[in-house]
């Protein structure tokens, strides 16, 4: 009975001994083992998914605002057009829809001057013009007759201005001076008279400094500039010069007083063109048609 016994225990302690082997060993594995911040995570609450935002828009480059241009000191000035009555003149602006009117009319009636008695000015401007005469009185002028046709051109421009036109008038040899004012002036009766008289006391002297006046002419700021010469001593450089000067700001407008027909690649022909405006080459001695 006793041998019996002893073998059951022998058969009971070897499962029991491997199985509490088993349960040792997996306990020490678990104590041993490290803990890792997912495991903690997975044993607090459900885990959550990571959302990964991407703005491509704001990878891209910007691109850089323009520099905003120099303003310009005509900005806002429609341009105004020279509107000749000679067919014969070379014209490189657009001319307007209806002919200038002249304050005297063609009819003989009206004020005083060359514009009472039917003579039209090659120098016709628009009404409401901005306008600067420029008048050549060097010794070269007086020599050959232009000085004279040159007043009677200014003359009967100025009595056919519109009432709201504005004007100056320069007259240069060496030096440029204004005739009246430095002002802008008004075409009422008082003040064509004035500056007739003026006109008519200039005299023929001196060299000429065409790029010195055309500059101080310019300074006025016109939108019209007339410009009345027989160019003697231009030159090249002066011709860039000049429209380096205006920079756009006005229409230059040539009535050259020589006699010929002239070259039509002149350096005056290309002073017109590149600053907007007109050239026309009349012997002094000629006279404008009549209507």
């Not at 607090?44 to 241009?69: C, I, Q």
């Not at 829809?97 to 060359?114: F, H, L």
Request: with cysteine.
């Amino acid at each position: 009975m006793s041998e019996k016994r002893k073998s059951l225990s022998r058969r009971l302690l070897v499962p029991l001994a491997l199985s509490l082997g088993l349960h040792a060993l997996l306990i020490a594995c678990a104590w041993l083992a490290p803990s890792s911040p997912q495991a903690e995570s997975a044993t607090v609450g459900p885990s959550r998914p990571l959302l990964v935002s991407v703005n491509w828009g704001d990878a891209k480059t910007k691109p850089r605002p323009a520099r905003d241009p120099a303003p310009d000191p005509l900005e806002g000035v429609e341009p105004i057009v020279w509107q000749p009555h000679d067919p014969g003149i070379e014209v490189s602006v657009p001319m307007p829809q209806s002919p200038v009117q002249s304050r005297g009319g063609g009819d003989g009636s009206g004020g005083g001057g060359p514009a009472a008695t039917g003579a039209r000015s090659l120098l016709d401007a628009p009404a409401k013009a901005r306008v600067t005469y420029l008048i050549d009185h060097s010794l070269s002028m007086g020599e050959s007759g232009a000085l004279k046709r040159a007043r009677e051109e200014v003359v009967a421009s100025l009595h056919a201005l519109a009432p709201g036109a504005r004007f100056r008038i320069i007259a240069y040899n060496q030096v440029a001076t204004p005739l009246l004012s430095g002002e802008w002036l008004t075409p009422d009766e008082p003040t064509l008279a004035a500056a007739e008289r003026r006109l008519n006391e200039l005299s023929a002297s001196g060299r000429t400094d065409h790029v010195r006046a055309l500059r101080q002419a310019l300074l006025t700021r016109p939108e019209l500039l007339f410009w009345v010469t027989d160019a003697d001593e231009l030159s090249e450089s002066a011709v860039r010069e000049v429209t380096r000067l205006n920079n756009g700001g006005a229409s230059v407008h040539v009535l050259e007083l020589a006699a010929g027909r002239g070259d039509p690649d002149s350096l005056l022909v290309r002073l017109a063109k590149d600053n907007r405006g007109t050239h026309r080459r009349i012997a002094p001695e000629s006279r404008p048609e009549r209507r």
